[in-house]
């Protein structure tokens, strides 16, 4: 039939289709079948590398803390923490790679996979003898168990509760029983509060005098002028206090007094010191700059940092640099007969006591 003419070799080509699609299909079922087995064999053979956790009821200072201070300790210890994990205090079981411990879920912790050689390339303990499967059970059954500490192992946690550590908040503001006209501002009312609590009452108003006596060596640690003090017990003006305070704040000598206190505790020095003490004719460029850094109000942050590293901030500007003298201000052994190396540690030890304090 003229319809059909093609027919036979439509047949053979369809034929050959067929064949290929049917090959295929099985080649992608076999290669299928054989990843889905390979994945469940690896499955199973993870399941069977990680040990059955014991079937009975662990203690951590009977059964874990042991096995933990023999094998684990040295490098996730009290003295060394690698990684950022400790295994001897309940709030440090984080690590640089989350939680070593999950309470409850063993299998999901990362000591037990580490430690039952999960990871080829992260093994623990890294060197010497590994856990028995007897002792990765322990590690196991005390975390399923919910991975108790003892009673006050998290003396730590109440170290991080003291008030110095804790964010800054509003106080509220005492409020005395019998309203007292010496209360000028919210200061006043805490300093009553701790007055009465010890039986006190508050000194009478210091006279103009005394004031600014008083004022001037607290904030310039100099007394006041004649001059002064007469401009000041002849000013009239509500406000006449705060300008005289304002007025001492605005004053050169204000970080010249205060200042004081951070260079002595940087060991600042004009001279090298030890015998020789030769003088240093710069030294005074760095004690400048804390002045001027005191007397511009500079923020605290900002005040160490510079000294710190100020040479490496971006676009750090001369003063930046020069704010890192803090690290110089050391003693100098310029005699006959020093040992330089030793010299070098004594001065790293000094700035990193001065930098600790």
């Given at each position: 039939m003229p319809g059909f003419k093609h027919c036979g070799r439509l047949s053979k080509v369809t034929s050959w289709l067929v064949a290929a699609?049917?090959?295929?299909?099985?080649?992608?079922?076999?290669?299928?079948?054989t990843l889905l087995s390979a994945a469940e064999q690896t499955e199973g053979k993870q399941a069977k590398e990680l040990p059955a956790a014991v079937d009975r009821q662990v203690d951590y200072v009977r059964d874990v803390q042991?096995?933990?201070a023999a094998r684990c300790f040295s490098c996730h210890g009290p003295d060394e923490q690698e990684a950022g994990l400790r295994l001897d205090r309940k709030f440090a079981i984080k690590g640089d790679s989350g939680f070593a411990v999950v309470p409850g879920k063993s299998e999901q912790s990362l000591v037990v996979q580490l430690t039952a050689g999960h990871d080829p390339e992260r093994l623990m303990p890294p060197e010497g003898k590994r856990l028995t499967a007897e002792e990765i059970g322990l590690l196991r059954a005390w975390i399923d168990q919910g991975a108790q500490f003892p009673?006050?192992?998290?003396?730590?946690d109440e170290y991080l509760s003291l008030w110095s550590l804790q964010p800054l908040a509003e106080a509220a503001v005492p409020t005395p029983d019998d309203p007292d006209s010496w209360i000028q501002n919210p200061i006043d009312a805490f300093v009553l509060r701790q007055l009465r609590e010890k039986q006190m009452t508050p000194s009478p108003p210091a006279d103009r005098t005394t004031l600014i006596r008083r004022l001037s060596l607290d904030l310039l640690g100099l007394p006041p002028t004649p001059a002064e003090v007469d401009a000041f017990v002849g000013d009239t003006r509500p406000d006449a206090l705060p300008r005289l305070v304002d007025r001492l704040l605005d004053s050169g000598h204000f970080g010249e007094r205060w200042g004081?206190?951070?260079l002595d505790m940087a060991r600042y020095a004009d001279s090298d010191g030890y015998e020789k003490d030769r003088p240093r004719p710069n030294a005074w460029r760095w004690r400048n700059w804390v002045i001027d850094a005191i007397n511009h109000d500079?923020?605290?942050?900002?005040?160490?940092i510079e000294q710190l590293a100020g040479d490496l901030l971006p676009d750090a500007t001369p003063d930046q640099i020069l704010a890192t003298a803090f690290h110089r201000q050391t003693l100098t052994n310029t005699e006959g007969g020093t040992d330089k190396e030793q010299f070098r540690v004594e001065a790293i030890f000094d700035r990193v006591a001065t930098t600790g304090a």
């Open positions: 699609s049917l090959l295929t299909g099985i080649a992608l079922s076999w290669n299928a079948g042991p096995l933990l009673a006050g192992n998290d003396q730590d004081r206190h951070w500079m923020p605290f942050d900002q005040f160490t």
